[in-house]
């Protein structure tokens, strides 16, 4: 069955430091993994899919098959990165294709 | 952009009575919405799919006859709780993917609808 692990609960880092938020999946098909954000009473919205091979707001997700993971990261980490992470596996087909969830993981930024 | 809406915001009613949740896709057409769940300080758990003038296909272990989904357009689908029960209380988020584009595996997601049941 296919699945999505966050193994922290909570990152707490200094402004400045790098970050980098574990994923890990399992699926037997072809992933497709996506980065959502949540931050303080917004909605949760999308930050990056691995497919796009982009960096948005000086994050990056590389997936690494071999691993299964696809870690977020971002070299410096700003004040307003802290919010709630999801890595999400989408299965099915493209169209009615479905996400699974991680558990999240909560990023806080210390000034 | 994408904007998925949710009405109400925030719901409280007696155990026993029935309650229709709203999501809207407010600028684009959905073939797709999907309705999901969240307790606190937990994970999104999908509920069910949502296919325009289609029946819903429901994930294991969630009762269909106790949330009833309509997809009646390609931007309005409805989640009702009937004869709700205070275990039913939750943060209730919809999401809606984009027709055309090749942005089908792209989910826009609402705000969310905090039902309480006393």
């Known amino acids: 069955a296919q699945r999505v692990t966050q193994p922290e609960k909570l990152l707490s880092v200094f402004k400045g430091a790098p970050v980098e938020l574990k994923c890990n999946y399992s699926?037997?098909?072809?992933?497709?993994l996506f980065w959502y954000v949540q931050y303080s009473r917004q909605r949760l919205q999308l930050l990056l899919r691995h497919i796009s091979r982009e960096s948005i707001k000086g994050f990056t997700a590389d997936l690494n098959k071999g691993e299964t993971s696809f870690h977020l990261k971002k070299p410096f980490a700003q004040e307003e990165d802290s919010a709630m992470y999801y890595c999400?596996?989408?299965?099915?087909?493209?169209?009615?294709?479905?996400?699974?969830f991680g558990q999240g993981t909560t990023l806080q930024v210390k000034p | 952009g994408a904007v998925v809406s949710q009405h109400p915001s925030r719901v409280i009613c007696k155990s026993g009575t029935s309650v229709k949740i709203e999501c809207r896709s407010l600028?684009?057409?959905?073939?797709?919405m999907f309705w999901y769940r969240q307790f606190p300080k937990q994970s999104l758990m999908l509920m069910a799919t949502s296919n325009e003038g289609s029946k819903a296909t429901y994930e294991q272990g969630v009762e269909k006859d106790k949330f009833l989904i309509n997809h009646a357009s390609l931007t309005l689908s409805t989640l009702t709780v009937t004869s709700a029960h205070p275990e039913d209380s939750s943060f209730y988020i919809c999401s809606a993917s984009e027709l055309g584009r090749g942005k089908q595996e792209t989910q826009y997601f609402g705000p969310g609808t905090r039902l309480l049941v006393l």
């Open positions: 699926y037997s098909g072809s992933p497709e």
């Open positions: 999400a596996l989408l299965y099915g087909s493209s169209n009615t294709g479905k996400l699974i």
């Open positions: 600028d684009f057409q959905a073939t797709t």
